[in-house]
């Protein structure tokens, strides 16, 4: 019984470690057929871009890479395709998925170099320049890579200097705004002051004036008094005095009776001095001689 027991136990630790190799050889196996169906899936795709037909050249690719995601390959090959048809973000994203899931260098070579000229005519030159050197450390012999990398720092020093100058015209730029805005506001302020300064010389003309317009109404008023104190005295000459007796319409007065009774008894003086002298005319003369 002991020795059946053990039997027993060999039998299940022996088959408890069979699992993980049956496993692995399972998962092996199921990884092949995928890989399998990605390859197909990529002639498909060849045999698509071959008769110009990109959409179904595009699905089979993505359907080759959803199969076997580490294949560099596929995502290589879908770089170059967006790469001719001038869809140069998407080619340099599949380039770069490329790079990092490549297992080999001349294909990490490849992805980075087509990286490089994607970020390139993107005018990203800085992410050119780092793609190229990626490259160049997978195949330093690359002659053609280390001119692109040249090629990509001169465009980047370029790039860098325009905006250096870009700056210093913009801070020229924003010195003579800000001049500007400053005389602009020292003109406006300098207006201001002479709007409120003609304000003050107006208003002490306009106060002047009325000044003068008032000393010339007391004056009129004053004349004006003066000549109603002349007409009041006029008036009051030409008043009869107090107490004396006015004559009526018709009537005469006091004064001019006194002066017709003046006149009368000097018409009767005359008279009378007449008559005498007649008298006196008419009487015979004594002599003082004896004859």
Do not use: C
């Amino acid at each position: 019984m002991r020795g059946f027991s053990a039997n027993i136990l060999l039998i299940i630790f022996g088959f408890v470690l069979s699992l993980p190799a049956a496993a692995q050889q399972q998962n092996d196996k199921e990884r092949e057929n995928d890989q399998k169906e990605a390859r197909q899936f990529m002639q498909d795709a060849d045999v698509a871009l071959g008769e110009n037909n990109f959409p179904e050249a595009e699905a089979a690719y993505r359907k080759a890479i959803a199969k076997d995601p580490d294949n560099a390959n596929a995502r290589y090959n879908m770089g170059n395709m967006y790469y001719t048809r001038e869809n140069t973000p998407q080619a340099a994203q599949r380039f770069k998925q490329a790079a990092e899931v490549a297992d080999t260098k001349t294909t990490k070579h490849k992805a980075n170099h087509n990286l490089g000229n994607a970020y390139m005519k993107q005018k990203m030159y800085q992410e050119a320049v780092d793609a190229y050197k990626d490259a160049l450390r997978n195949d330093p012999t690359d002659d053609e890579t280390r001119y692109n990398l040249a090629l990509a720092k001169k465009m980047l020093e370029e790039e860098q200097e325009n905006q250096d100058e870009n700056q210093d015209d913009g801070d020229d730029k924003n010195e003579d705004q800000n001049e500007q805005e400053n005389q602009d506001k020292d003109q406006e302020q300098e207006n201001e002051d002479q709007e409120d300064q003609s304000g003050e010389g107006e208003n002490e003309g306009d106060q002047d004036q009325q000044d003068q317009n008032q000393d010339e109404q007391e004056g009129d008023q004053d004349e004006q008094d003066q000549q109603d104190g002349q007409g009041d005295q006029e008036e009051k000459e030409q008043e009869p005095k107090q107490g004396q007796p006015q004559p009526s319409q018709g009537q005469l007065s006091p004064e001019q009776i006194q002066s017709l009774l003046e006149a009368m008894n000097n018409e009767e003086r005359k008279v009378q001095d007449k008559i005498n002298a007649e008298k006196q005319k008419g009487a015979k003369v004594q002599s003082e001689k004896d004859w």
